[in-house]
């Protein structure tokens, strides 16, 4: 196994903050036990969960307006594996990189595929793009992709998708992401049921080169790069395509592409109850698709997410793909996605501590303050030493942040990548 950090840094740092860890670790574990939980099996279950850093997300990606490039920026797919595997040695909670095409050039898939196994990573869902067009395309993509008027341009976004399929087949993976910004930007441009009725028939094309243990994936997202109109602008709409594509079709959630205040738990919820919640795409925002830190801005949300999540386990066919999907500019992209996987874990811990039973008492008296105080208790309790001891006991980092930064990981890739310059617009 190939390793990116030294294993001497890793264990000096360890080192330091073994015996904080084990008092803290003890002193909860007395807490939960008088609430008659074992914090081990907690640790457990924590040590379990993993979730997926976005191959996009290790570049220092910027805002829509303007990329400003730290040093060592991964210059292709290879740099920047070997960077997500420096997310997954330190925190152990991230064991798969999700792939987006084009902009993941690869030219030898097997290689690839290999040096994902060298470095103990895995390929989860694999995401399309057509919302740009590509240098040497034949058809733009300005007016839309899937759903263009014009049937030779949707033909190429189906080719490109199903190529997208091809591609993960050959590295395992075995989802594919698909997201269009596809829209209209003024009252009149196109004409709502038209253009949905044309975007399911291509989806139906790449629906049918799915392989059977395949799933495909629809986010939706309320607006942007389209101001007036969305083609897949909310769950609804995700909800009523993954019904008319079939039973390999789900629902992906991405928590940034909503309304300000928008309930996204119960939407979770719902598509729970209906069997098409197909995963997430996890970050923060404030105002809209923000791309921040998963629980930088409102960790009480990401926990309200995690409890219906935790809710829900167990029901037959609930198996949601949990991937990051953040990109910003003025962080080391590599802390930032430790952060958000650190914090993805921080509210499943969280969800496991509810009190579900008595939380379901409450519910059925009607005893609103009771059932709120129950879910808040959960959410207050200090569940880092259980996630700290998950990472130590798999072989990672008690703080990860810290080792990384000890380890000098970022200037000895600076020393190696070339620089690259700020020019261009960012991703969306
Ligand atoms: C669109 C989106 C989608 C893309 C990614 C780069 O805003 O969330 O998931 O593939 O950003
Ligand atoms: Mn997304
Ligand atoms: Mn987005």
Known sequence: MERMIDSDVLAAENEKRATALEQDYNTLGERLARQGIAIDDVTAKVAGYGVAVPSWGVGTGGTRFARFPGGGEPRGIFDKLEDCAVIHELTRATPTVSLHIPWDKVDDLSELRQKGESLGLGFDAMNSNTFQDQPGQDHSYK?????????????????????????????????????????????????????????????????????????????????EPAFYSTVVQDWGTNYLIARELGPKAFCL?????????????????????????????????????????????????????????????????FDPAHMLDQSHNVTDPIESLMRSAIEVRRAYAQALLVDRAALSGYQDENDAMMASETLKDAFRIDVGPILAMARRQAGGAIDPIATYRAAGYRQKVAGERPAVTGAGGGIV
């Open 143 to 223: 007016y839309g992709s899937l759903s263009h008027t014009d049937a030779a341009t949707r033909q190429q976004a189906i080719d490109h998708n199903i190529e997208c399929i091809e591609i993960g087949k050959a590295l395992g993976s075995k989802a594919l992401t698909v997201w269009i910004g596809d829209g209209s930007n003024f009252p009149g441009q196109s004409h709502f049921t038209r253009q949905f009725e044309r975007y399911l028939e291509a989806m139906k094309s790449v629906y049918a080169a799915l392989p059977d243990d395949w799933r495909i994936f629809t986010e939706h997202k309320i607006f």
């Open 253 to 317: 959630v991405d928590l940034g592409h909503h309304a300000p205040n928008v309930n996204i738990e119960m939407i979770v919820a719902r598509l729970i109850q209906f069997g098409k919640l197909g995963g997430f795409h996890f970050n923060d925002s404030k105002y809209g698709d923000d791309d921040l830190d998963t629980g930088s801005i409102d960790p009480f949300r990401l926990f309200l997410v995690f409890n219906e999540l935790v809710d829900a386990e167990g029901t037959e066919g």
